[in-house]
């Protein structure tokens, strides 16, 4: 067998090519290192994209949600006074229930939301004791939901807080916190302002043991609209302010400086959580909830969900 010196002077063979048997070997294991890297590479790539794939895969949506519902955002308190009353934990049960089973896409909790629960928001309904206490990042947080043309709704003591003409400008009307200005529970008699309006809808003038407010610190330029009111009852927190007539139902169209114009929807009532039983403070909520989204106001009162074509066979995933 032929020899010839390599590269560093030591004999080896010589291949039939004319390539030490040296040289012909390492450009085989380069090749297929090469080989062997890409392989991986593409081996990586593929559990990448299926990691990838699975994490941004979707949930179905709950059972009997509709998707293309109106978004709800609702924010409560902590439970608060006497049993059967300020129950705001139970509202946020309930109403997810309820504002579910009429068409619309519930989200909330117990504290106050972030920019990213009111993202896809249509309307914030608040059912919180003293809401109107918000600090300065909270409070840009509602601005700029508001600025966008997000609605509000709230309920009952939702508009107390420390500067009623601030929370006056967001939902119309505002009742300072620490002052007396609370009937208590007593017979709060309707007298509905404008049965035409369609929020009001078979509304009567009917009246519930509740509790109203009197002191209250309005907006203007706009002003709010209302829907209906009620006389003060004569209680001994109520004192002189027996007899006087406060609006206890509005709504409020508004524009923040530099925003859309924003709705806002205001029941006085709920101190006594079983009147949210009552049917029509029931739909008279719904409506009020639609139309502060911006939705037509009978959507949810109408929504009827989809048939859903009767059972599947055996050995169908559901």
């Known amino acids: 067998m032929a020899v010839h010196r390599d590269r560093q002077g030591l004999l080896v063979p010589q291949g039939s090519h004319g390539l030490s048997t040296r040289d012909s070997v390492q450009p085989n294991i380069a090749m297929r290192g090469l080989l062997l890297f890409l392989v991986a590479a593409c081996f990586s790539e593929a559990c990448i ?26 924010w409560v308190g902590l439970k608060s006074h006497l049993a059967g009353q300020h129950d705001y934990p139970q ?27 009111l993202e896809h928001s249509d309307v914030l309904v608040i059912y919180k004791g003293d809401a109107g206490y918000l600090s300065d990042e909270e409070k840009l947080i509602v601005e700029s939901f508001v600025k ?26 505002a009742k300072r916190h620490g002052e007396i200005n609370y009937t ?83 029941w006085m009532q709920g101190h006594e959580y079983a009147n949210f039983e009552n049917y029509q403070i029931r739909q008279m909520l719904l ?18 969900p989809p048939a859903t074509g009767g059972a599947k066979p055996a050995g169908v995933p559901r």
């Open 287 to 304: 409506r009020g909830i639609a139309w502060a989204a911006r939705k037509p106001v009978d959507s949810l009162v109408d929504y009827a």
């Open 49 to 74: 994209a299926q990691s990838t794939s699975t994490h941004q895969a979707q949930a179905p949506p709950p059972s009997g949600q509709n998707p293309n519902g109106m978004h709800v955002y609702i």
């Open 184 to 266: 208590l529970g007593a017979p709060i008699a309707y007298s509905v302002k404008d049965a035409a309006d369609p929020i009001m809808k078979d509304m009567s003038n009917l009246t519930i043991f509740d509790e109203a407010f009197f002191n209250m610190t309005w907006a203007s330029d706009p002003g709010i609209h209302v829907l209906a009111a009620t006389a003060i009852p004569g209680t001994p927190s109520a004192g002189a302010h027996k007899g006087e007539v406060v609006p206890q139902i509005w709504t409020y169209q508004h524009s923040l400086p530099g925003g859309q114009p924003a709705r806002a929807f205001v």
């Open 91 to 117: 509202f946020l049960a309930d109403w997810s229930k309820i504002l579910t089973e009429h068409g619309a896409v519930v989200d909330g909790a117990l504290h106050a939301p972030s920019p990213r629960d």
């Open 148 to 173: 966008r043309g997000g609605g509000l709704v709230s309920l009952h003591d939702s508009l107390c807080g420390p500067d009623p003409k601030y929370f006056a400008t967001l939902i119309g009307g």
